[in-house]
């Protein structure tokens, strides 16, 4: 926000032109001769379906037309050299010692990556890569995911395992990098944001059944009605949220457990008000009527996007936003903020979206309305001396590619 206590101007979410040439660039000048491939892969904003992956359920992704470019070359000696231009020095690491935590910091992403593919038998041997991204880092639009999802193109390419070729290959290429991120980063995450970023198609949602991993392509087009997803990024991330993903994941396994079920995927919505009572405690009643009814959510935004029901839509997003506030216990002031000054702006439906506790929420609203409620967002958020949020725009782009 300016002096003048404007919003930031609602960006139009295009990628940047220029992305893979940042990223080549800044490979030469790190290690001294061209990369001789480009690829890239998007970050996702998800839709509706929120903590379900976990619990063997339904999510509802779009890929991002913003993304993470890896301009690479392989080695023949198992040395991974790693940069970005996010910051830092060039991080150096043996592919053998690449473990738990191994490398420090931002680097154990994609080298996790390297170490997926190669505990499954491929073989990756070692490769440069310089990384260069216009995703916000960190603000729930699955960075993270984007940055694995652009070294396994890579790695795929390069050791041709042709990988990318089939949804089949694609599929699996998602499941090593959920094993990069929880496995080397220590990210307890579901395969959400990986599956969006590998497996998504342009102009269509992602309905992915994280039971089995089959997916579904949902037309995802606003244009028509003259709609847009706006992103609202609070820019805050607060720490107290750190532990509370695991501690939700915790209270979901405690609660299958007393159910004696495989899942919560496995209550039915119909049996949901005679089963909560079986629960040992208030919280846990809570969780689990987050995770049936957020299911059903999803169910219901695919149908409501088949029948181009935007007013209904906006109402699950809504629904989506309550249960996430009060039964599931992850959302912050900001969010909310956020989600109440988009609806009081004209939105059709708002929604925090990703992990909580901070990053990014969604709103669908008329194209014409977004800059006021981009404009009444930032004003609640100065009025409370809160920092600027950003603003994009989002339409549902393409997957992880090799663009040169
Ligand atoms: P999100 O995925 O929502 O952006 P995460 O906390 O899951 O947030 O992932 C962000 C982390 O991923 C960063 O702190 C950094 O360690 C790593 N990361 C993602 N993209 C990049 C990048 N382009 N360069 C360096 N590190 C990155
Ligand atoms: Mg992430």
């Known amino acids: 926000m300016g002096d003048n206590g404007r919003a930031e101007a609602v960006s139009d979410g295009r990628t940047a032109p220029d992305g893979g040439g940042q990223a080549a660039e800044l490979f030469r000048q790190t290690f001294d001769h061209w990369p001789t491939g480009l690829w890239a892969a998007p970050g996702r904003v998800n839709l509706i379906g929120e903590h379900t992956d976990y619990n063997r359920g339904l999510v509802l992704p779009i890929a991002l037309p913003r993304r993470t470019w890896a301009a690479a070359a392989g080695r023949s000696d198992g040395l991974v050299r790693l940069v970005s231009d996010q910051g830092g020095a060039v991080v150096e690491v043996e592919a053998a010692t690449i473990a738990p935590g191994r490398p420090a910091d931002w680097a154990r992403y994609p080298a996790g990556v390297v170490w997926a593919l190669e505990r499954v038998g491929w073989t990756v041997g070692g490769l440069d890569v310089a990384f260069a991204s216009d995703l916000p880092i960190g603000a729930g639009l699955s960075s993270s995911a984007a940055i694995e999802g652009a070294m396994a193109a890579a790695c795929s390419d390069l050791c041709g395992l042709g990988l990318l070729a089939d949804d089949t290959g694609r599929q699996q290429l998602a499941q090593i990098c959920q094993q990069a991120e929880n496995d080397i980063a220590l990210a307890p995450t579901g395969g959400m944001d990986q ?3 590998l497996r998504a198609l342009p102009g ?3 309905g992915l059944d994280c039971a089995d991993q089959s997916v579904e392509h949902v037309p995802f087009d606003l244009d028509p009605a003259q709609l847009v997803l706006l992103i609202i990024d609070t820019k805050v991330h607060h720490a107290l949220g750190d532990g509370q993903y695991g501690a939700r994941r915790a ?4 609660a299958v457990r007393e159910l004696g079920l495989d899942s919560l995927r496995d209550l039915a919505l119909a049996d949901l ?4 009572p079986r629960l040992s405690s208030q919280r846990l009643r809570r969780r689990t009527r987050h995770v049936v009814t957020e299911i059903e ?3 219901q935004a695919k149908a409501a996007l088949a029948a181009a029901d935007f007013t209904g839509l906006g109402r699950l997003f809504n629904a989506s936003h309550q249960s996430m506030r009060h039964d599931y216990e992850i959302s912050c002031p900001e969010l909310d903020q956020a989600q109440e000054q988009a609806l009081a702006a ?5 929604r925090m979206t ?4 901070g990053g990014s929420a969604i709103a669908l609203i008329a194209a014409q309305r977004a800059q006021a409620a981009a404009e009444a967002v930032t004003a609640a958020f100065a009025a409370r001396g809160w920092v600027a949020p950003g603003f994009i725009t989002a339409r549902a782009a393409g997957p992880a590619e090799r663009v040169g």
Not at 273 to 276: I, P, R, V, W
């Open 204 to 206: 269509h949602a992602l």
């Open 354 to 357: 990703g992990g909580g506790f």
């Open 297 to 299: 959510r999803v169910r």
């Open 195 to 197: 599956a969006a970023s």
């Open 346 to 350: 004209g939105a059709l439906g708002a």
């Open 251 to 254: 209270d979901c396994e405690r």
């Open 273 to 276: 008000d005679q089963t909560l």
